[in-house]
């Protein structure tokens, strides 16, 4: 009698056809979102480019396609490297006065500029690890940063080495917590900051990837 508990033959197949389908779907898509791009901006912009070819080169559609489009790209690169050197501080300033004014539309542009702000390059510098540590009480545990192992007058007043951790509120990190914290109740995570700011932005949604290792877990 076979064991209720082995996956029928139908089950497998159906099983590994999904593993090759999910295996195949990114591609898939990439190389449908680039075939699109091609056939629309390569195609709107292919009659520009076509007289300057040779007649018998040009029932190469595809090649021509992606030849404009490439060239559409390079153009809106050089645009906007001379944009963001050139015109760019004033139109954007320009711009962010004006959306400024629009009810409701100000207030999701300052949210997006605060957090890019937050965690841009610059920024994030300022995060040097992510801790596990006990907030708000006893046993609940939340995902902090680490700023600064730096002792001044506020470890001195406490005669403890306190570590300075921020504490981001989720999904918007851009507000939080500053805490001192005694370093033997910090817990020093493996992940970057980036995965980190993952975390915490989709509220525990996305978790990163860890493998652990012997002293990790002994630890």
């Known amino acids: 009698m076979p064991d209720s508990l082995t996956p029928s033959r139908f089950a497998l197949l159906r099983n590994a056809f999904l593993s090759g389908f999910l295996l195949l779907a990114p591609l898939f898509v990439t190389c449908w979102v680039f075939l699109l791009l091609f056939e629309n901006i390569g195609g709107f912009f292919r009659p520009v480019l076509l007289p300057f070819v040779p007649e018998q080169l040009r029932e190469y559609a595809i090649v021509w396609n992606i030849l404009a489009t490439a060239i559409v790209i390079v153009l809106i690169t050089l645009l906007g490297y001379v944009s963001r050197y050139v015109l760019g501080k004033y139109f954007g300033g320009l711009a962010e006065r004006f959306i400024q004014t629009i009810p409701g539309v100000s207030g999701v542009y300052n949210t997006v500029k605060q957090i890019v702000a937050t965690f841009g390059t610059q920024n994030r510098n300022l995060f040097s690890k992510v801790v596990l540590v006990e907030f708000p009480r006893k046993g609940a545990h939340t995902i902090g940063f680490l700023t600064s192992k730096a002792q001044g007058e506020a470890q001195a007043r406490v005669g403890k080495e306190l570590w300075t951790v921020f504490?981001?509120?989720?999904?918007?990190?851009?507000?939080g917590y500053l805490l001192l914290i005694p370093k033997d109740e910090i817990i020093e995570?493996?992940?970057n900051v980036g995965d980190g700011m993952k975390l915490v932005i989709s509220g525990g949604a996305v978790i990163p990837p860890w493998k652990p290792t012997a002293t990790?877990?002994?630890?």
């Open 189 to 191: 995570l493996d992940m």
């Open 216 to 219: 990790t877990i002994n630890n």
């Open 167 to 175: 504490i981001p509120t989720t999904p918007n990190p851009t507000g």
